[in-house]
């Protein structure tokens, strides 16, 4: 059940651009990976909530990864241990893990933040999971990979070769080849996901889910403002809000999500 | 304070009993369901429908949304499941709520209103219509009839005729002269004004020179706007003796109570809901505590309060 | 960044050469002196004085300020010294500058308008008009030749027969059909539109349910505008082919770019000299920094570019 | 000369209701009792500059006094010690002291803040002085009056009676009598100012210098928003931040001030 929070930060970590905090809601909280939360930013002149990917999740508290990018994300990157956060959440459909025992995820930049949470889900179900996650540089995101590392079987890639494999992670995980896989799971720039749902074949479009972004307003279906492009034969649009943020690779239109 | 002095937030619109004043704006609180487990929804005055049409519509493409300075920008183009799918799905529902419905209805041409406004009526389901011939986004109609009086006049005789509820029109700000509007709509037969819609605007990415919206144009709502809201109501309400439902921008009971001393006989939350569901409830709550602190019995008596002052 | 390509800054208006798009808003930089101690005005591309109206005129009874999200009322009501007072002291005074000076002009009836133009004109100190035939301030006058595109035309064709220098027409955006208002003065002879003024609004205390400005209305000024003036901007732009000087609400370089990108030739900043009177410079350097960073020459490159972009 | 400087809180004090805050500004400051600075309030949302009277000043610090009554003052109010505040100033004209010995000042709540600094000045000047300080009750202001009567010969009044003298300012001065007094300076609301004004005579009225409030957009005269009624045969308007804040009490048109 999503509910509204007062959520006070009980933990602040930075890694590179990233600041990961650790929300306590003061509930037991039950998500999944690929949901989000809609979080107020108490700066005025700032009308709408900012909708964060769940990175992760224990009892009552929510972990958030936030990358500055404006004047919310960096007023919740300025947030401190001991202040209050107003949230919405757990927001929207999240992964769905049908089973099988190969898994691959695929996470482009700060996309890695439902990643995380995915792959800690996976392991915590036996599940064999191997996390591709690409960046531009080593240093945009500080100790996240040597951290991840250890929490899972990781492949780095970085486009300008600081660290891991030079290039590309769509490629890297194309390379190691998709066909065996159960579920392929991704989340990242758009670029990134057109690429990949493009390099898909009918049946490994099928195994594949990604967490869409799109600007939000209120979070839970009702405005019609997050909308992406339906696959036919429904059209029209779906809300990565509610029908989302996670959609099968069927669901969508590829090739008007590329415009 | 000591004393159990009852206040009356009722207040009464063409004859439709509101429990208060606080309605919340179309558009903005989907068709009430998307909020029900958010919020107690028969705590409300009233709710205004998200606009249906006659066929089915897809709304504009995205990117919908943008944020500005106290406001944000909208172009979702009246994205709806349609005349058949409400009146057999949605309507149902909300009109099993304890609370007065007032059902929004646009079109792409004078019949697509006719119809669907005389369908709304028929179905006994709603307790008023608002017309919404104001949509900034959408090309053609919309837009087109609330920009001359005599179309809009035309459009509401028209819509009058097929309908047995209440009919409230609702206006774009987007206008020289909204009194001589809110005029002619009455003429024709509105029984009420709602104001104001968003307002039309546009935000560029100068890092590629390319609009912030897939449909370049969008309606400015939220804080923003309210002052305008703030002036409009004011000219409508001196000018003409119609109810009039206030909205624009209303981000706390004191934004409320303004718009009810202007002349607005109720108001309508927006933008606000999508940051705070319960927002409506908490300025209930406010404009209680106000008219309690005030010694005022009904909030009723803050309508055209501001008038009654000799501004 | 290695290299040391110049970029070009200068835009040219109706012949009249800016060393760069940036002028300061009617209204808000006084008449120069005020800031000649806190900014080196020569390095503005252009001033815009205060409204001149034929006689002293006191303007509205206080308070004339009131502060809204984002945004901010004034109900000044044209305050001057009058014609003579201006020729004799401020205008030579201005024209000893190295820089455009723009003229606004102000008027009560049509006659005003006409006599202070041409003298205005004639006094050979004046580089353009910027008729003001939309402050929301006074009751009569003003408002009244802006909401009425054969009304404005009238006047705007008066004016143009006694004035040598270009004449520039401040709209507005209280309109329902900018373009069509636009269309009219340009056909009536002006050489260039000013887009936007103040939007007509109100506050309302609360508290005493009296306005917040004694004049009762006010116009609403700053970032909460901004959006509706990129609209506006890129409407007339796109429909006809005169200079356009775009403003309301630039509070950065951002905004300012983007006004350009929709279609104006120049830019004036605002409000925003009240919190920073450096600001428009400040601006120019943002400016400069992003046609560097883009690899654009020129700051007259970047008019239109959101047209052209096939927004 | 008046600028713009980006000054460090270096002192704060809770007075009350009222915060009053030390500025360095980094330069010699030549200012006068009844002259104000125009402070930004960065919070987004706030576009106009608050103005503040000085309440002191001593080389290149200068004081102002803050009472929280809405956005603006609660954000300065809260402002920490080592932190930046955008202010522009001295500006407007500030009280003119033209000689004689026998200075009476009247303050009305917050209105002490630019009284402080001119009994100040009065007594570096070697003039005698007594400020009448009236409030509605005594804890409004915590221990402010207590540190005032150890400056100066202090007169205070609450309207409730908790300290001091019960009842109103304006009275008590004209109880000890104004005809004596070489300069009458007064501070505070519209109606206290009115009522003194009203209360004295052509010539008592000549020695009196007020200093107004009115709200403000530019501080520098440049948009006429800051007005008050001048007094015949000039009539029109006078701009607070530039003619003012101080002025005669011939100056001004009293009765349009009280509307
Ligand atoms: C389902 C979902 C999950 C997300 N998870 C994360 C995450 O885990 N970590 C993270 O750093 N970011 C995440 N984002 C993106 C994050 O919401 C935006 O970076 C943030 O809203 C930007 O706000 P701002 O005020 O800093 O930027 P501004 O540019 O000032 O924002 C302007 C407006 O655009 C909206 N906006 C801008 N970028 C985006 C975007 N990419 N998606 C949605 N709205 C946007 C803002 O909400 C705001 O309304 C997620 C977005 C979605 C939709
Ligand atoms: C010359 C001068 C000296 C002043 N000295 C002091 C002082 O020493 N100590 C002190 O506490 N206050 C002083 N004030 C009043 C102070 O400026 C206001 O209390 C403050 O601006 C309120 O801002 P706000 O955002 O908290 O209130 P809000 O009510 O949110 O402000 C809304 C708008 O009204 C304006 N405003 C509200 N009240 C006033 C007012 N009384 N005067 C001018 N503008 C106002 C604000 O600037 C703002 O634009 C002085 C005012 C003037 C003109
Ligand atoms: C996302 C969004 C969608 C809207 N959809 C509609 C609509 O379908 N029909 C309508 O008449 N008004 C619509 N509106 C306008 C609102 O009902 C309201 O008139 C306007 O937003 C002003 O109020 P506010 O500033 O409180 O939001 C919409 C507004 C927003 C923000
Ligand atoms: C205090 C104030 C006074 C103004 N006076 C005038 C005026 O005398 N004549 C005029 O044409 N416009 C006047 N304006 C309008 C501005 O020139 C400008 O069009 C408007 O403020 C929008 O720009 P902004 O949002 O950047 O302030 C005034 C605006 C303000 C805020
Ligand atoms: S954000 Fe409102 S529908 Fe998704
Ligand atoms: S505040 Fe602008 S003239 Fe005084």
Known sequence: ?259 | MGEDKRINLEVELSGIRLRNPLLVCSGTYGNGREYAEWVDLEMLGGLMTKSVTLEPCAGNPPPRLWETPCGMLNSIGLENAGLESFLAGELPWLSALPLPIWVNVAGFSQREYVVVASEISRSGMADAIELNISCPNVKKGGIHFSSDPREAADLVEKVRKVVEIPLYVKLTPRCGDIVEMARAVAAAGADGISLINTFPAMAVDVETARPRLANNTGGLSGPAIHPIAVLLVWEVARALDLPVIGMGGIWSWRDAVELMMVGADAVAVGTLNFSDPAAPLGIIGGMLDFLKRKGIDSAAALVDMAHREGG
């Open chain 1, 1 to 259: 059940m999503p509910g509204r929070y007062k959520a006070e930060v009980v933990a602040r970590r930075r890694f590179g651009t990233l600041v990961e905090l650790a929300l306590e809601t003061g509930s037991a909280i039950d998500a999944e990976p690929g949901q989000f939360i809609h979080v107020r930013c108490d700066k005025e002149g700032l009308i709408l909530r900012r909708p964060y990917s769940l990175s992760g999740m224990a009892g009552s508290v929510v972990n958030i990864m936030v990358r500055e990018v404006g004047a919310g994300s960096a007023w919740l990157c300025a947030s401190e241990i001991g202040q209050e956060l107003d949230i919405m959440g757990p927001l929207g459909r999240g992964f769905s893990i049908d089973g099988g025992s190969r898994h691959g995820l695929v996470a482009g930049g700060t996309g890695i933040a439902p990643m995380r949470f995915l792959a800690d889900r996976l392991r915590r179900l036996g599940l064999e999971e191997t996390l591709y996650w690409g960046v531009e540089g080593e240093a945009e995101y500080g100790g996240l990979a040597l951290e991840l590392a250890k929490e899972c079987d990781l492949l780095f890639a970085t486009m300008d070769g600081s660290a891991g494999e030079k290039g590309n992670v769509v490629d890297m995980l194309l390379d190691a080849g998709v066909e065996g896989l159960d579920g392929i799971y991704a989340c990242g720039p758009r670029g990134m996901l057109t690429a990949l749902a493009e390099s898909l074949n009918d049946e490994t479009l099928a195994a594949m889910q990604v967490c869409m972004e799109e600007r939000m307003a209120c979070g839970v279906g009702a405005c019609r403002g997050c909308v992406v492009p339906a696959s036919p034969p429904r059209r029209g649009y779906l809300t990565v809000c509610r029908d989302g943020p996670v959609f099968r690779g069927r669901e969508l239109d590829w090739e008007r999500i590329r415009g």
